[in-house]
């Protein structure tokens, strides 16, 4: 079992999304340490996942956060939220 990673820097979902949106719903869970897409259809009812994670990339990239997809299974994966590292080249 995977331990729940609360990332207390990151937005808040009220700051980025409308309360009862599926944005909202999507992003509180992921921010709250992660879920899989199993768990995104069964327990959010949300059937157009992929499209719901793009929306948030595109909110998070300008404030240097990811959605990061790892392959859990075949066909399952864990999305969770990653703080964006910036790498300076030596001058």
Do not use: C, W
Not at 4 to 18: G, T, V
Not at 52 to 70: G, M, N, Q, T, W
Request: no cysteine; glycine share 4%; proline share 2%.
């Amino acid at each position: 079992m995977q331990q729940m990673q609360l990332n207390l820097d990151a937005p808040k979902a009220s700051e980025l999304f409308q309360y009862d949106s599926q944005n909202y719903a999507l992003y509180s869970r992921i921010a709250s340490g992660g879920i899989t897409n199993a768990e995104i259809v069964k327990e959010l009812g949300i059937f157009s996942y992929t499209r719901r994670i793009s929306d948030l990339r595109e909110k998070l990239h300008p404030l240097l956060y990811d959605v990061k997809a790892e392959r859990i299974q075949k066909s399952l994966y864990r999305y969770t939220l990653v703080k964006i590292q910036i790498h300076q080249a030596a001058a």
